[in-house]
């Protein structure tokens, strides 16, 4: 039997704070329910939070691990865990394919240990195909949610924990923003912070406004709770998070500009890093750029995706700009902040693209001078307008147009990043390099990746650094 609500309404919503309260009291039951789990099992409940897509996911993911922490399971990044919860995206097929792909695996360890949990949530459940898809050929899968109910994510795992249904429980949509509920976070000296979520856009190639609904700022007062609270537990730098920020507050009731926003939580002490994504490039207002210009705290960074150069092509995808416009931001910002890094991403195969259009994204990608682009090969997305469009493009051409592409992406950053070369500045220490384990890795405020000889009690803390060796798209610095 499948215990199944995929409503089309919000009539569920209750406030935020009943709703939190609400919530709270199944984490209490939850409690309970995984420690008498645990008894009978003989040891102590393990789960596994896998995640995939964007840093919004990401976020949400460590939602997901706090609660889970909290009512008593122990994380691990292993999927042989009791519990393993996919937290998907489907902003590409390929996203789609690694899920099902790795689904596949989870379901034979399941067949071995049939106390084995396994969930899935986040955008790619907010499909209706998909659901399908799963209740047909993954038979095995307990628990599936989708973006809009996350914050139900106590209730939903008492009724998991409670049941040996498939329980699936997907909203259309929601007004609510539930604060408060326990997270943890990945890094301790950093964290996001959601400012907004959902999309209005409609960029026609995209999926995202269908399956995080539409555009909703949190209240400056809760970001900057929020924001003081993570200082307050020794986080220095914060990503603010939403899929156009630039358009922060224009929902909200009080006046705020996503620029304003960021002056105050510039006056947060010990808040020494700030950093932001996504920006959409035709809300970018003046006023952004001469608050970035005169801030300490704002980093030298700028994630500014152009999609293609083609303006023929942005205006099919509803970019509501033209290659020029883009052009004229970006000699803005340069002129205004000199030190400015900008990264960028980029479609190739959009309907109706043409090697010549194709051209035009390679002169702009040489013209703007992108220390780093994301150059993805366009995805069909059910539902949104691209995918209806007629002139869908020929695989081996798109390939081709993909390598050229790709070829003066790495030529140009590699070109931006050799001038780095001899400056110094201060990096945010993240871990200790991967390869060796005698040397540290961070950021610079540009975001440019930096690593150094250093030991672990680094962590955290801001290092100064000169660039001395150039390895392409990275540096190997030294503490000075
Ligand atoms: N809100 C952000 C982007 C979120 S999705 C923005 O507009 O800037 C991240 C990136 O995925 C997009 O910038 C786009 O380059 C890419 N993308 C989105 N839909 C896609 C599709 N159908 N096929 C290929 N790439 C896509
Ligand atoms: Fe998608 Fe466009 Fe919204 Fe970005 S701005 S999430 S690309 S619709
Ligand atoms: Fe993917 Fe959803 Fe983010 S579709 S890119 S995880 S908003």
């Given at each position: 039997m499948i215990m199944m609500n995929i409503s089309m309404k919000t009539t569920k919503e209750t406030t935020s704070e009943k709703e939190l309260d609400l919530q709270k009291q199944y984490m209490e039951q939850a409690k309970q329910l995984v420690s008498i789990k645990a008894q009978q099992l003989g040891h102590p409940l393990t789960c596994c939070v896998t995640t995939f897509g964007c840093q919004m996911n990401s976020r949400d993911s460590e939602k997901l691990s706090g609660i889970l922490k909290e009512v008593g399971y122990q994380l691990t990044d292993s999927e042989t865990a009791d519990f393993v919860i996919y937290n998907?995206?489907?902003?590409?097929?390929?996203?789609?394919?690694?899920?099902?792909?790795?689904?596949?695996?989870?379901?034979?360890?399941?067949?071995?240990?049939?106390?084995?949990?396994?969930?899935?949530?986040?955008?790619?459940?907010?499909?209706?195909?998909?659901?399908?898809?799963?209740?047909?050929?993954?038979?095995?899968?307990?628990?599936?949610?989708?973006?809009?109910?996350?914050?139900?994510?106590?209730?939903?795992?008492?009724?998991?924990?409670?049941?040996?249904?498939?329980?699936?429980?997907?909203?259309?949509?929601?007004?609510?923003?539930?604060?408060e509920l326990p997270v943890e976070r990945k890094y301790r000296f950093k964290s996001g912070v959601n400012i907004m979520f959902g999309c209005n856009n409609f960029c026609s190639y995209c999926i995202v406004p269908y399956v995080r609904g539409r555009e909703r700022s949190r209240s400056s007062k809760d970001i900057l709770d929020e924001i003081n609270t993570l200082a307050g537990q020794g986080v220095v730098e914060v990503m603010l998070l939403g899929q156009n920020v630039n358009s922060y507050g224009k929902n909200l009731e009080e006046k705020i500009t996503f620029a304003k926003l960021l002056q105050e939580v510039e006056k947060i002490d010990s808040i020494k890093r700030i950093r932001f994504m996504t920006s959409h490039p035709k809300d970018l207002s003046d006023e952004l750029i001469e608050v970035m210009q005169n801030s300490a705290k704002i980093c030298r960074h700028l994630h500014l995706p152009l999609q293609s150069g083609s303006s023929r092509i942005l205006q099919q995808m509803n970019r509501r700009y033209t290659a020029e416009d883009y052009l004229a931001l970006v000699k803005k910002l340069r002129n205004s902040i000199p030190d400015l890094s900008l990264t960028t991403d980029l479609i190739v195969g959009f309907p109706g693209e043409t090697k010549e259009d194709v051209d035009e994204t390679i002169r702009m990608v040489k013209e703007v001078g992108f220390e780093n682009a994301f150059t993805f090969i366009y995805s069909k997305r059910t539902g949104t307008p691209a995918a209806a469009m007629p002139n869908q493009c020929n695989p081996a051409e798109v390939s081709?147009?993909?390598?050229?592409?790709?070829?003066?992406?790495?030529?140009?950053?590699?070109?931006?990043?050799?001038?780095?070369?001899?400056?110094?500045?201060?990096?945010?220490?993240?871990?200790?390099?991967?390869?060796?384990?005698?040397?540290?890795?961070?950021?610079?405020?540009?975001?440019?990746?930096?690593?150094?000889?250093?030991?672990?009690?680094?962590?955290?803390?801001?290092?100064?650094?000169?660039?001395?060796?150039?390895?392409?798209?990275?540096?190997?610095?030294?503490?000075?």
């Open positions: 998907t995206c489907t902003v590409r097929d390929n996203a789609n394919q690694r899920v099902y792909g790795r689904l596949g695996v989870l379901g034979g360890m399941k067949k071995k240990n049939k106390e084995k949990k396994i969930a899935l949530c986040g955008c790619m459940m907010q499909e209706l195909s998909v659901i399908d898809k799963i209740k047909k050929s993954y038979s095995f899968v307990d628990l599936i949610f989708g973006t809009h109910n996350i914050y139900k994510f106590p209730e939903l795992l008492c009724h998991m924990l409670n049941d040996n249904h498939m329980i699936i429980d997907i909203w259309d949509e929601t007004k609510a923003i539930v604060e081709a147009n993909f390598d050229r592409l790709l070829k003066a992406v790495q030529e140009t950053a590699r070109e931006r990043i050799a001038g780095m070369e001899k400056i110094t500045g201060e990096v945010l220490v993240e871990e200790v390099n991967e390869q060796d384990a005698n040397m540290v890795t961070g950021r610079l405020s540009n975001n440019l990746l930096v690593h150094f000889n250093g030991s672990k009690d680094l962590i955290g803390t801001f290092v100064n650094v000169r660039l001395v060796e150039n390895k392409g798209f990275y540096y190997i610095g030294e503490m000075i």
